[in-house]
């Protein structure tokens, strides 16, 4: 079993930064690959970033790339979501996710565990 819980959202003018952070329990921390999914007041849950057990590969949906970047530090249990040139469009709950299996995971449904979500609010 694995706990997410994430924290860092918040309220930020058009062009600021947020990290969000997404701390999970457990100590096998390193052998799930994680994601961050997004969604909007009135929208379908998307996906944004995935990474791998290992840090090595990342994969972004083509509307965050060049500006979003997520990390991982497997001896803190920890993945990160760092936002920089926020738009207004990047407005919604970002949750975290954990897969018991490798890979750059886009499919919500390939994602065992789920946190409960941080609001991210981007003013114009």
């Known amino acids: 079993q694995v706990q997410l819980v994430e924290s860092g959202g918040g309220l930020v003018q058009a062009g600021g930064s947020l990290r969000l952070s997404c701390a999970a329990s457990g100590r096998t921390f390193n052998s799930y690959a994680m994601g961050w999914f997004r969604q909007a007041p009135g929208k379908e849950r998307e996906f944004v970033a995935a990474i791998r057990w290992s840090a090595g590969s990342t994969y972004y949906v083509d509307s965050v790339k060049g500006r979003f970047t997520i990390s991982r530090d497997n001896a803190k249990n920890t993945v990160y979501l760092q936002m920089n040139s926020l738009k207004p469009e990047d407005t919604a709950v970002y949750y975290c996710?954990?897969?018991?299996?490798?890979?750059?995971?886009?499919?919500?449904?390939?994602?065992?565990?789920w946190g409960q979500g941080t609001q991210v609010t981007v003013s114009s």
């Open positions: 996710a954990a897969a018991s299996r490798n890979g750059l995971l886009r499919v919500q449904s390939t994602y065992d565990y």
